[in-house]
């Protein structure tokens, strides 16, 4: 019996960028797994499982902006590392919350740094409320809305990548537009 590759085939550019991918975020990405989960074998699961999910979207993850590379990487191992806290607790009989709920990832920060590619279109006070206002938003929100609007991602590569539904990754994107608009609003008219 044939078995399926774990890895997507990837050329030798792709392999490149990969590589100075992984030496210039792995420990961050390490970080962040090991300030969720509290335990460093699963935080190493959960940093191969984010470069996994890269590797799958090699040609949509930038390599030259480090920070806009950092932060996708943030998103996906967030999500990574609560899938890992739900599988755990569900083996244990606990409960850690629902996908939708707005609070799952309620003490984990928001990005650090540029996070919106802003600087060719923005600069001053607005460009700074708008990346205010993106930082501010509900975790899960936040990131289906990073993956789609920001990265580029379909709705079906961001629920991949997300690791739910694509109807949920709607319902997210649409939460975070809407909370967006009305942050905005308020600071445009007052």
Do not use: W
Not at 45 to 56: G, I, K, N, P, S
Not at 58 to 72: A, C, L, P, Q, R
Not at 139 to 154: I, Q
């Amino acid at each position: 019996m044939k078995r399926k590759p774990v890895l997507p085939p990837i050329d030798r550019r792709q392999r490149k960028k990969a590589e100075a991918i992984c030496e210039a975020c792995g420990n961050t990405v390490y970080n962040i797994a090991a300030g969720i989960l509290k335990d460093r074998f699963l935080a190493d699961d959960a940093v191969q499982e984010t470069f996994v999910r890269m590797l799958e979207n090699i040609d949509k993850v930038s390599g030259e902006n480090i920070n806009m590379t950092k932060n996708y990487l943030a998103v996906i191992c967030r999500r990574v590392c609560f899938d890992i806290l739900k599988k755990n607790a569900a083996e244990a009989g606990r409960e850690v919350g629902s996908e939708d709920t707005a609070d799952d990832f309620a003490d984990i920060p928001p990005p650090e740094g540029d996070i919106l590619p802003l600087d060719a279109v923005l600069n001053g006070e607005m460009r700074e409320k708008i990346i205010e206002a993106v930082k501010a938003l509900p975790s899960p929100n936040r990131d289906a809305f990073l993956m789609h609007f920001v990265y580029g991602h379909t709705v079906a590569e961001t629920a991949a990548i997300l690791g739910v539904g694509a109807e949920t990754v709607k319902k997210r994107y649409a939460r975070a537009k809407a909370l967006l608009r009305k942050r905005l609003e308020a600071y445009v008219y007052g």
